[in-house]
C-alpha cells in the first residue's frame, strides 16, 4: 500500500471557496466570515507560517475566535502540524506541550496575548509569534513577534507562497487511488 500525497487537508476549505465563494463558513459572535474570506484568510496566514518559520509545526493559542478557528486552517493549508493550546489551561501544561511540540510558529489571538510571554519565556527555541488581531505594540516582549497585516511582507509572502492544500490520496493494490 502506498500513500501519494496531492492535496492538503485544508483542500475542503478551498474546495468550498470556489463552488460556494458567498456562503457563510464560519459565525463568530454576530460575524460572520464567507468561504471565500475564510480560504483569503488561511491561505495568507499559511504563506505567512511557511515564509516566516518554514510552518511544520504551528501551535494555536487562541479560544473561539479568528485566530483559533483560522489559525487551525493556515496550518493545515500550510501542510503544518497544528498544537492547539488554550489559554484556560494551567500555564506549566500549556508550555510543556509547547516544548515538547518544538514549534516554529505560534498564532495567538488578542485575548489569549497577555499570558504568552511567560509561556515563551526561555524556551530552548522561541518561535515565531503571529498577531492577527493584535499590533506588534501590544504584544511586549516576544521576542522574534509579527504581528499580520502591518508590512507588506504580508503581500509578499502571499504572492511567493501561493500555498494550496494537499489532497490525500490512499493507493490499495489492485483499487483505484481513494480519496481520503
Not at 492538503?8 to 463558513?25: D, M, N, Q, S
Not at 484556560?88 to 516544548?99: G, H, Q, Y
Not at 508590512?151 to 490520496?169: K, P
Request: glycine share 10%; net charge positive.
Amino acid at each position: 500500500m502506498t500513500t501519494a500525497l496531492k492535496v492538503r487537508l485544508g483542500a475542503g476549505l478551498l474546495h468550498h471557496a470556489r463552488v460556494l465563494p458567498g456562503c457563510i463558513a464560519l459565525t463568530i459572535g454576530s460575524r460572520g466570515y464567507t468561504y471565500e474570506e475564510a480560504a483569503a484568510t488561511a491561505r495568507r496566514w499559511a504563506a505567512l507560517l511557511v515564509e516566516a518559520a518554514g510552518g511544520r509545526r504551528v501551535g494555536v493559542f487562541a479560544h473561539r475566535s479568528e485566530a483559533s478557528y483560522l489559525g487551525v486552517a493556515a496550518a493545515l493549508c500550510a501542510g503544518a502540524a497544528f498544537v492547539p493550546l488554550n489559554r484556560k489551561f494551567p500555564a506549566e501544561r500549556t508550555r510543556s506541550m509547547l516544548e515538547r511540540a518544538d514549534v516554529d510558529a505560534v498564532i495567538v489571538d488578542s485575548a489569549s496575548l497577555p499570558g504568552l510571554a511567560g509561556l515563551l519565556r526561555d524556551l530552548p527555541r522561541n518561535p515565531v509569534v503571529l498577531l492577527p488581531d493584535a499590533v506588534r505594540s501590544q504584544a511586549g516582549d516576544l521576542g522574534d513577534a509579527r504581528a499580520l497585516g502591518e508590512s507588506a511582507d504580508e503581500a509578499v509572502a502571499a504572492a511567493r507562497a501561493a500555498v494550496e492544500c494537499l489532497e490525500f490520496r490512499l493507493r490499495v493494490p489492485g483499487r483505484r487511488g481513494v480519496t481520503v
